[in-house]
């Protein structure tokens, strides 16, 4: 059963950072696409960033040129460093793959406010 574990969340006042961590097990992980989705109150779980097997990355019109997704492979680690963050970035944040079937975290709270 692949696991992964989220970290890194927390309350940030806007215009900080932050960065996430999803750490996977028991999976083959160089070969997979990693995702990062969140899910605000009230609205749907929305892909905010994907990084492919050779580092090919895609990012939500709203966190373009202020997010970036990455990967150690040597460590079954994806990253999403977060900047410049805005009210509207308040959510829980899941991480996410697919081998056979979707994979989910557990999530992680961020909460941007003042």
């Known amino acids: 059963q692949v696991q992964l574990v989220e970290s890194g969340g927390g309350l940030v006042q806007p215009g900080g950072s932050l960065r996430l961590s999803c750490a996977a097990s028991?999976?083959?992980?160089?070969?997979?696409?990693m995702s990062w989705y969140r899910q605000a109150p009230g609205k749907e779980r929305e892909l905010v960033a994907d990084i492919s097997s050779t580092g090919g990355t895609n990012y939500a019109d709203s966190v373009k040129g202020r997010f970036t997704i990455s990967r150690d492979n040597a460590k079954n680690t994806v990253y999403l460093q977060m900047n410049s963050l805005k009210p509207e970035d308040t959510a829980v944040y899941y991480c996410h793959t697919f081998t056979w079937r979707n994979y989910w975290g557990q999530g992680t709270q961020v909460t941007v406010s003042s």
């Open positions: 028991r999976i083959n992980f160089s070969i997979h696409r």
